[in-house]
């Protein structure tokens, strides 16, 4: 019995070795790549020279403005449609979550053609101005976001008995204002963090529909530039790339940890 | 007029009806409740009552007032759930407050309003603690709490203690009873459990199948079921196959045995009739003046106050509900007994 035990946490350990290695092997090469700037030295002088480039800073500035303004629209969106279905028409969950899908199935370069080829004549003439392209990215991340704030929200949803808590609301004289903003919101406010998370690091790295788009004013096309013309460089960028991705779900967890279970096990129990 | 009526109120959902042509008078400060099995329509009726579902047909009254397509917050009609439904989110003293707050009352009048409400209930000390820290009978009391502190027109309880276990149950029932006489609150309440609606109630509306069976006081409902369903549903009913009936006598054949039987629930009798007789009318014994029959004892069980025996008459067995009392003598399965009921007490259905 221990020596089956003994030969079952072997093999476990074993898989879970060859699962890591998997992913930290290409990671460690690449930081490693990133540290050999100077020949026959390790130094960060790669990290260095992207951080005094102002192209960096401005590229990142203006995806983290198009990330923030995606997830105030996606949950402005999300949310009251969620809670609808929720409420009033169940029987449409399953439609709406098949919808919510497609952007994992629509290739974005389809997605971002579509839009220029829709918005850029009569009677939308969103692409002659910037401000009608930054709505255009906009709506285009929105999209791209979609299967991760319906996720997040409806799993929030499901977690609060919405019907209930809905009509403890208007039988206490709540109109559907108070209703979202001051019951329905504070009581996603976890799965809205999540989503919104989710949401930043897709748009942050996003390359197919910025670079159509607005080009180079992307994150996603300047670490594609970097990529193409700079070796250390974007090995370097490809590390902060994913030390901000997890910093963003280190965050999620964060605030996972925080309140989760408030609405859980409150209740009849 | 009566403070709340209900007229004709009907509801269909698709090809299903809910609640058909149901009529209902209800006086201020009287405690009234719906008691049925479950799809019977009594939760449905409730909602209608406090505009979660609209009617069908028919119209609602309250205070004179047509109610009937008014929405839920604008009829000030206080409701609380099965499941609590307090808002996680918010602390004891915020869910309280909140109807005062969605209204724009004064922070003070709020203030004096919750602390009120939580020395109702008993809970002064948990103003500032969320739902979740508290037991589920904690958390019902806040809920009625919450929907007394809008002083509504009308309290609607649906199921409110069906999540509770049952000892809180009983506590819990016995508070809900003496805040409303305290207040003074015309309350409909929802339930399937008979005892509490016999115990609660000035008076049971008993429904099935989405209509009103019967409307009574608790006693007229349990000592004078008006249909076969309401004397099955409520309380415990032997039914026994007889044979003979001499309606204009009042006499049949039990199993038989001679029976005289004072009055028929129906004034017309079932094709194959049957003696309805409750098991707590039932004596071990020869009674002066009562029906009297042989049986043999099947089993006994053993119920705390009550000792229920089950007797074969010969072709039909019946339960007998013997109080519990430490002198009491038990017969053993398989001791044959003679048992004795009033005719009063029998009826052919």
Redesign the interface.
């Known amino acids: 019995m221990a020596a089956s035990m003994k030969r079952r946490s072997f093999w476990s350990w074993l898989w879970i070795a060859i699962g890591a290695l998997y992913f930290i092997l290409p990671l460690y090469s690449t930081f490693d790549f990133s540290l050999r700037a100077k020949k026959g030295v390790l130094t960060f002088l790669a990290y260095e020279r992207i951080f005094k480039d102002p192209n960096f800073w401005s590229t990142i500035e203006f995806s983290l403005v198009i990330a923030i303004f995606t997830i105030i629209v996606s949950i402005l969106l999300v949310v009251p449609t969620a809670y609808w279905i929720r409420l009033r028409l169940p029987k449409l969950r399953v439609m709406v979550e098949f919808i919510s899908m497609l952007p994992f199935v629509v290739p974005a370069i389809v997605l971002v053609f579509g839009l220029i080829r829709v918005f850029s004549g009569a009677p939308f003439f969103l692409t002659n101005t910037y401000f009608g392209t930054y709505v255009l990215l906009v709506a285009g991340y929105v999209v791209l976001a979609l299967p991760f704030v319906f996720r997040s929200v409806d799993t929030g949803l499901a977690a609060i008995d919405v019907q209930s808590l809905t009509e403890a609301a208007q039988s206490l004289g709540a109109n559907w204002g108070t209703i979202i903003f001051k019951v329905i919101f504070p009581n996603l406010r976890v799965a809205i963090l999540s989503s919104a998370f989710l949401t930043l690091a897709t748009v942050i790295g996003e390359y197919t529909i910025a670079s159509f788009l607005v080009g180079i004013k992307g994150f996603g096309p300047y670490m594609s530039l970097i990529g193409q013309n700079k070796t250390y460089e974007s090995s370097s960028l490809a590390i902060i790339s994913f030390l901000l991705t997890w910093a963003f779900m280190g965050m999620i967890q964060l605030f996972n940890r925080g309140k989760a279970d408030t609405s859980a096990l409150a209740g009849a129990r | 007029m009566a403070y709340l009526s209900l007229s004709n109120v009907s509801k269909v959902f698709g090809t299903t009806t809910a609640v058909e042509d149901f009529n209902l008078e209800v006086e201020k400060s009287e405690f009234v409740s719906f008691l049925g099995p479950s799809g019977c329509g009594k939760t449905t009726t409730l909602r209608m009552i406090?505009?979660?579902e609209m009617p069908t047909t028919g119209v609602i009254t309250l205070d004179k007032e047509d109610i009937t397509y008014q929405?839920?917050?604008q009829?000030?009609?206080?409701?609380v759930?099965?499941?609590?439904?307090?808002?996680?989110?918010m602390t004891i003293g915020q869910n309280i407050g909140?109807?005062l707050q969605?209204?724009k009352s004064p922070e003070k009048v709020i203030k004096q309003k919750v602390n009120e409400m939580l020395a109702l209930v008993h809970l002064e000390k948990h103003i500032d603690k969320?739902?979740?820290q508290l037991s589920?009978g904690q958390?019902q009391r806040i809920?009625l709490a919450?929907?007394l502190a809008?002083n509504p027109r009308v309290l609607?309880l649906d199921e409110p203690l069906s999540?509770l276990d049952a000892k809180i149950r009983v506590e819990l029932r016995l508070e809900i009873r003496r805040i409303q006489q305290a207040m003074g609150i015309t309350t409909i309440y929802v339930t399937h459990d008979q005892e509490e609606a016999l115990m609660l109630s000035d008076r049971v509306v008993v429904m099935s199948q989405g209509r009103m069976e019967q409307i009574g006081t608790p006693a007229e409902i349990y000592n004078y079921p008006s249909t076969e369903f309401v004397a099955q549903f409520v309380g415990q009913l032997n039914l026994l196959p007889v044979t003979q009936v001499d309606k204009v006598n009042g006499f049949c054949v039990l199993a038989g045995q001679h029976v005289k039987f004072d009055h028929s629930l129906n004034r017309t009798i079932s094709e194959a009739p049957r003696l309805a007789i409750r098991p707590e009318e039932i004596q071990i014994g020869i009674g002066e003046g009562r029906n009297t029959l042989k049986g043999r004892v099947e089993t006994v069980m053993f119920l705390g106050a009550v000792v229920r025996l089950r007797i074969d008459l010969g072709g039909a067995s019946l339960s007998a509900d013997l109080f519990n009392e430490r002198s009491l003598t038990l017969p053993r399965a398989g001791d044959e007994v003679v048992i004795s009921f009033p005719e009063q007490s029998c009826w052919l259905i």
């Open positions: 406090g505009g979660f929405s839920p917050n009829r000030n009609v206080g409701m759930f099965q499941s609590y439904a307090l808002f996680p989110n909140f109807g969605a209204r969320y739902p979740y589920g958390q809920a919450r929907a809008i609607l999540a």
